[in-house]
């Protein structure tokens, strides 16, 4: 029997269509082997990731002595702060916060009506009627917004702490590096223990609150606006109380004009007189007090004054 080899041949139309066919299929068999590839390395992908969260918390709990568990908590809404504050029940001590949402506001409302009010009116009204000058009421307002800031900046510490990454340095953990994302910054603190390394970042993160709160408590352009507003109207009241003071002198025992009766009146130059029909020219308010007098205002030489 002959003995073959694989060598050059000049292809027909139909070997052209065999061969078409033939690495139509090939690609598709290849694409199939690639997806069970990229399927197969997912899941295992998948694994591994599980494996390495699982270590880390393991790791965790070595390093810090803590173990997160399932524990009953309490959430305590602030409807003036508009913030709820989360308990820990076994502790007590609060460990995160967040804003409330407008679905409980609107629960509240419903339930309470006209004592829930907005931006804080209605402990500022309470401050108010407890307290006995308003130099009091100012100063427990300013007590209670100062707790009130105490409390949300250690909520947000003690929520930050429990976030931070620690990772030993040094031979026979030394060396401590903390490590946290918080927001767009990412934190970092070392130091020779894990815990002071982690109050390092704990203190940046009281920094950064410390500074949000400043910015806001400090007052918008409507704030502005509104004391601007206020200060005319304070001073408008003031002018319009000085003049009704100072009018209300001139009529203590005179008439209608500001001139007593029976006496005549001032010689005063006139900075609009007029012509009466008579062709006296005379000064309209002069006249008018003469009128109120019942008398004609004359000079000391008891003449008609004329202008």
């Known amino acids: 029997m002959p003995k073959t080899m694989k060598l050059p041949c000049d292809l027909t139309d139909a070997d052209r269509l065999r061969i078409g066919e033939t690495l139509t299929s090939e690609i598709k068999a290849r694409e199939q082997v690639e997806a069970a590839k990229k399927a197969a390395v997912r899941d295992f992908n998948v694994a591994l990731k599980a494996h390495r969260a699982q270590e880390h918390d393991l790791n965790e709990s070595l390093f810090t002595g803590k173990e997160l568990r399932e524990v009953d908590i309490e959430e305590r809404p602030d409807y003036v702060a508009g913030i709820v504050f989360i308990h820990r029940l076994d502790t007590g001590d609060c460990v995160q916060q967040r804003a409330i ?48 800031r105490a409390e949300r900046i250690s909520a947000g510490a003690t929520e930050a702490r429990e976030r931070i990454s620690l990772v ?87 008439g209608k004009r500001g001139f007593k009766k029976g006496l005549v009146a001032p010689k005063r130059k006139s900075k609009h007189p007029v012509e009466l029909p008579d062709g006296r020219t005379v000064d309209p308010e002069v006249e008018a007090a003469a009128i109120d007098a019942a008398e004609v205002p004359t000079d000391a030489d008891g003449k008609p004054l004329a202008f």
Not at 102 to 125: F, I
Not at 177 to 189: C, D, F, I, P, W
Not at 224 to 235: F, G, P, T, Y
């Open 101 to 148: 949402d407008p679905d409980e506001r609107q629960v509240k409302m419903g339930l309470d009506g006209p004592t829930v009010l907005e931006g804080g009116k209605a402990a500022e009204r309470a401050e108010e009627q407890t307290a006995e000058s308003p130099e009091e009421a100012e100063a427990m307002r300013a007590e209670r917004l100062a707790n009130e």
């Open 168 to 254: 030993s340095e040094g031979e026979d953990a030394t060396a401590w590096k903390a490590t946290l994302q918080y927001g767009n910054r990412v934190l970092e603190a070392e130091a020779a223990t894990a815990e002071a390394a982690a109050d390092g970042v704990v203190q940046q993160v009281v920094e950064i609150l410390e500074a949000q709160e400043d910015e806001a408590a400090k007052p918008t352009w409507e704030d502005v606006a509104a004391a601007s507003k206020a200060e005319q109207d304070r001073q408008e009241v003031e002018r319009l109380a000085a003049e009704q003071a100072a009018d209300d002198a001139k009529t203590n025992g005179k």
